[in-house]
């Protein structure tokens, strides 16, 4: 294998003798300090690393089982955050940040993340062994392919979903391909169910739960089975015994008739393909650049090693430079909002990151796709609730103040007394045939020389100088 120069000054070689590209230490090292760790300077704002560090456990909420464990992933969090400023310096397309897997080291993130070396290293041949092609001349299109596709603006693609420490990657891959493609044929815009295929899609299929697994598997499952909602069939981030027969499927048995694989290497048919619908690919996704990508294009800085599974949504041009836009399964504060993009028409025959080497999608029978009634996920539904909830309390303020505002009109919310409102003095039409006895002078000062005489503001008194 090709090796790679250290960015570095700790050198870390991967499990399989191939270099990362970046450098990190693979042996625990000391529990105690290290002048390396504090306290270096990072940036021009006198913020050392152990700062940054502090800020990150904070933000990420990270709990560590001892101070030597702490220690030893702040080394790692020191080392990234010095390969993400060197980085950053040399003008790429794509920046690269502090994520949430700023403190895990290579070997752990691929681990986590990545496909086992079952499918890693495998051939194209090995992968597809076996598989029943779907023969349907309608799939082939005739014409070119457009100059863009997204199809998050057709509605097409379900939210970001975050598979955790579990490499579940093949199963959102599975079903967001699933989800587009009953979308686009007439169906709802259903979040299929995830677990179900970890749990239930197992050895029997070739796939092995949290270990990796292919879409190809999961589409021949589907077929077999069928597949619920995630509503019912919530992700757990851990394989468990299948549960299919207590959840309602929504996509039949024999919707699917099985997987289209798109021809390998080939760039202009996966143009067409992801023109139709949206296609289930395989990525070389375990390298630095994708563990701590904050967004913009990739490209060229990945390997062609087949190791993680995303969704191609679609493509486009950005400032000249032709990428493809994936769908990750690593949350929405992954990249660009859990989405990501690499650059498309790079030299090589697998392309940016190996995404050219194994895309598939499945074919629906399209008599078994029922239109159906908006099926929004739990966020959703939640983000429409609290909007919901914000307009009516705003839509209230603005009313109340508009009536305070009214003139001659009391508040509606503020109590106060009553107004009391003097009556008008009638005359007294008898008032000549009473005797009335008149009120006492009132002591008035007056100017010098005056002889007006101030007297009382009684009715009485009224009727007399009258």
Not at 26 to 53: G, I, N
Not at 144 to 162: K, L, M, T
Not at 272 to 289: E, K, L, M, N
């Amino acid at each position: 294998m090709r090796r790679v120069a250290a960015i570095l000054a700790i050198s870390h070689v991967c499990a399989s003798g191939e270099q990362d590209g970046a450098t990190f230490a693979t042996s625990t090292p000391p529990t105690t300090s290290t002048p390396s760790l504090r306290p270096t300077k990072v940036d021009d704002a006198e913020r050392t690393c152990e700062d940054e560090f502090e800020a990150f456990v904070r933000k990420y909420d990270k709990h560590y089982d001892s101070l030597e464990e702490e220690e030893r992933r702040m080394h790692i969090f020191c080392d990234h955050l010095a390969w993400i400023k060197k980085t950053n310096s040399e003008n790429h397309k794509y920046t690269v940040g502090i994520t949430r897997f700023a403190d895990m080291s290579p070997d752990e993130f691929r681990s986590a993340y990545g496909m086992p070396a079952k499918y890693k290293n495998a051939s194209i041949s090995e992968i597809w062994g076996g598989l029943e092609e779907v023969k349907d001349p309608s799939l082939l299109r005739s014409t070119a392919a457009p100059s863009s596709v997204d199809w998050r603006r057709e509605g097409a693609v379900s939210v970001v979903q975050n598979q955790g420490h579990c490499g579940a990657c093949w199963t959102f891959a599975t079903t967001g391909a699933l989800e587009g493609a009953w979308k686009v044929f007439g169906g709802s815009l259903y979040t299929l169910s995830s677990q179900q295929l970890l749990d239930c899609a197992d050895e029997e299929y070739g796939n092995m739960g949290c270990k990796g697994g292919s879409p190809i598997n999961g589409f021949a499952y589907i077929k077999d089975k069928g597949l619920c909602k995630a509503r019912d069939y919530g992700y757990k981030a851990v394989q468990g015994a299948c549960q299919a027969d207590s959840c309602t499927q929504v996509i039949p048995p024999g919707g699917v008739r099985g997987p289209w694989p798109v021809k390998q290497d080939d760039e202009n048919a996966l143009m067409q393909a992801v023109a139709q619908q949206p296609v289930a690919v395989g990525i070389d996704g375990d390298s630095t650049v994708f563990q701590l990508y904050t967004g913009g294009i990739i490209g060229p800085s990945c390997g062609i090693k087949i190791d993680h599974g995303v969704l191609l949504v679609g493509y486009g041009t950005d400032g000249g430079t032709n990428y493809w836009i994936i769908k990750n399964s690593w949350g929405v504060q992954w990249g660009e909002s859990g989405f990501g993009r690499l650059q498309r028409g790079v030299s090589g025959v697998t392309g940016e990151c190996g995404i050219l080497s194994q895309p598939a999608y499945p074919v629906l029978d399209k008599s078994k796709v029922q239109p159906g009634t908006w099926d929004p996920d739990p966020g959703t539904i939640a983000a429409i609730s609290f909007a919901a909830l914000f307009g009516i309390c705003a839509v209230g303020f603005c009313a109340s103040q508009f009536c305070k505002r009214r003139p001659g009109r009391q508040p509606l919310l503020v109590s106060s007394p009553p107004i009391a409102t003097a009556r008008p003095v009638m005359p007294n039409p008898w008032a000549s045939q009473q005797a009335v006895t008149p009120a006492p002078a009132v002591p008035a000062a007056t100017a010098p020389g005056s002889t007006q005489v101030r007297t009382g503001n009684s009715a009485a008194s009224r009727l007399v100088q009258q």
